[in-house]
Nanobody, 121 residues
Framework: QVQLVESGGGMVQAGGSLRLSCAAS????????MGWFRQAPGKEREFVAG????????DYADSVKGRFTISRDNSENTVYLQMNSLKPEDTAVYYC??????????????WGQGTQVTVSS
């Protein structure tokens, strides 16, 4: 079992930045792929970004490439999502997810409770 706790959501104006964090426990983070997904009101949950257990590879949705950066610190069992140049369409609940030695990171097994990100125009 992997437990995930997100933090860092909030409200920001368009063009601004936010950094989300996700702390993992229950398993060594060096064995788990971690990712971020989001769900906007009335829409299905979608993949945002993922990072391999070693940090050697990353994957991004086309909609966030060049604006968002995923990173991890295995010594702190934490993954980050740096979000720059935010747009109103980035407004959603953001979920951290994890999978054991899973790649690509588009389908993961463990989920956090979510954190709200709101971008105003």
């Amino acid at each position: 079992q992997v437990q995930l706790v997100e933090s860092g959501g909030g409200m920001v104006q368009a063009g601004g930045s936010l950094r989300l964090s996700c702390a993992a426990s229950g398993r060594a983070s060096s064995t788990i792929t971690m990712g971020w997904f989001r769900q906007a009101p009335g829409k299905e949950r979608e993949f945002v970004a993922g990072i391999m257990w070693s940090g050697a590879s990353t994957d991004y949705a086309d909609s966030v490439k060049g604006r968002f950066t995923i990173s991890r610190d295995n010594s702190e069992n934490t993954v980050y999502l740096q979000m720059n140049s935010l747009k109103p369409e980035d407004t959603a609940v953001y979920y951290c997810a994890a999978g054991v030695f899973t790649w690509p990171p588009r389908r993961l097994d463990y989920w956090g409770q979510g954190t709200q990100v709101t971008v105003s125009s």
